[in-house]
Antibody, heavy 121, light 110 residues
Framework: DVRLEESGGKTEQPGRSLRLSCEAS????????MNWVRQAPGKGLEWISY????????YYADSLEGRFVVSRDNAKKSLYLQMNRLRADDTAVYYC??????????????WGQGALVTVSS | QSVLTQPPSTSGTPGQRITISCSGS????????VNWYQQHPGAAPKLLIF???QRPSGVPERFSGSRSDTSASLAIDGLQSEDVAHYYC???????????FGTGTEVSVL
């Protein structure tokens, strides 16, 4: 079975940095692009980042203003999100998702259980 | 980031058919497949419909999707109490090179 498990969520102060990890199992990790999606408390879902299977292509939501960096280590079957210059509005549950590409387009099929990041002084 | 527009909430009686709309633009819904996710309180979202109208294994046939121009819809036939959840549409947007989510719709059963 496909399994995605996020870790690294914690309470951090504004302006500091934090790195989230997502460990994958049950599939050939390097063959799939991956995404990060977040959800602020009581709010909707927001896509924030995409990375291709080999890591050579990345995309980010404009709302991040260049503060986050996505990366992956295929040997470790792990996805990462480096979050810099944290702000209060980064407070959210962060999910990693597996990306599926089909002839007509793409979607995410599997999600992790999420990691809670709270930005507060 | 642009978003797709959904009604904030909708409701129905058990057994009723309800629909949820998702309005976008030519760069997302009008060009790329729309996918739908169901999210129960406290849980991660679950894929419900992909590529406009395809259901993953295990999703009941009473869930269906469609698209017309720059709008998409999710229909639930035979509404059940277990369908109480939030529903989100999402599509890839070529103008921003990223996914855009709908604003989300809360479904309740009367």
């Amino acid at each position: 079975d496909v399994r995605l498990e996020e870790s690294g969520g914690k309470t951090e102060q504004p302006g500091r940095s934090l790195r989230l990890s997502c460990e994958a199992s049950g599939f050939t990790f390097s063959s799939y692009s991956m995404n990060w999606v977040r959800q602020a408390p009581g709010k909707g879902l927001e896509w924030i980042s995409y990375i291709s299977g080999g890591g050579e292509t990345t995309y980010y939501a404009d709302s991040l203003e260049g503060r986050f960096v996505v990366s992956r280590d295929n040997a470790k079957k792990s996805l990462y999100l480096q979050m810099n210059r944290l702000r209060a509005d980064d407070t959210a549950v962060y999910y990693c998702t597996r990306d599926i590409l089909i002839p007509s387009g793409r979607f995410f099929d599997n999600w992790g259980q999420g990691a809670l990041v709270t930005v507060s002084s | 980031q642009s978003v797709l527009t959904q009604p904030p909430s909708t409701s129905g009686t058990p057994g009723q058919r309800i629909t949820i709309s998702c309005s976008g633009s030519n760069s997302n819904v009008g060009k790329n497949p729309v996918n739908w996710y169901q999210q129960h309180p406290g849980a991660a979202p679950k894929l419900l419909i992909f590529n406009f109208n395809q259901r993953p294994s295990g999703v009941p046939e009473r869930f269906s999707g469609s698209r017309s121009d720059t709008s998409a819809s999710l229909a639930i036939d035979g509404l059940q109490s277990e369908d109480v959840a939030h529903y989100y549409c999402v599509a890839w947007d070529d103008s921003v090179n990223g996914y855009v989510f709908g604003t989300g719709t809360e479904v309740s059963v009367l």
